[in-house]
Nanobody, 121 residues
Framework: QVQLVESGGGLVQPGGSLRLSCAAS????????MGWYRQAPGKQREFVAA???????NYASSVKGRFTISRDNAMHTVYLQINSLKPEDTAVYYC???????????????WGQGTQVTVSS
């Protein structure tokens, strides 16, 4: 019914930038919060950033000042601008969204399949 598809990952040198995108599609009535998590090899998935439908944002302390989350409500898309990349930012980045499907009233959290970000010289 609902799909989240990420794009924009890749290999980048330290200090570089990337812009990740995540588009939601399907039988969507409304989307509450949207956000990004990441999982590095051998580590648990961790919160990166989130944004409400009204535009309020929240960031993990490790990325504050370097990452910027934004969204286009009309396009059901969330973005993550990543600047000043560090090797420790290497991870699979997952987007998620709290979505109310058409003809339902209960929001449910959906996840994308992930996009790899590798920071290396």
């Amino acid at each position: 019914q609902v799909q989240l598809v990420e794009s924009g990952g890749g290999l980048v040198q330290p200090g570089g930038s990337l812009r990740l995108s995540c588009a939601a599609s399907g039988s969507i009535f409304s989307i509450n919060s949207m956000g990004w998590y990441r999982q590095a090899p051998g580590k648990q998935r961790e919160f990166v950033a989130a944004i409400t439908s009204g535009g309020n944002t929240n960031y993990a302390s490790s990325v504050k000042g370097r990452f910027t989350i934004s969204r286009d409500n009309a396009m059901h898309t969330v973005y993550l601008q990543i600047n000043s990349l560090k090797p420790e930012d290497t991870a699979v980045y997952y987007c998620n969204a709290e979505i109310i499907v058409v003809l339902t009233t209960t929001p449910r959290r959906y996840w994308g399949q992930g996009t790899q970000v590798t920071v290396s010289s």
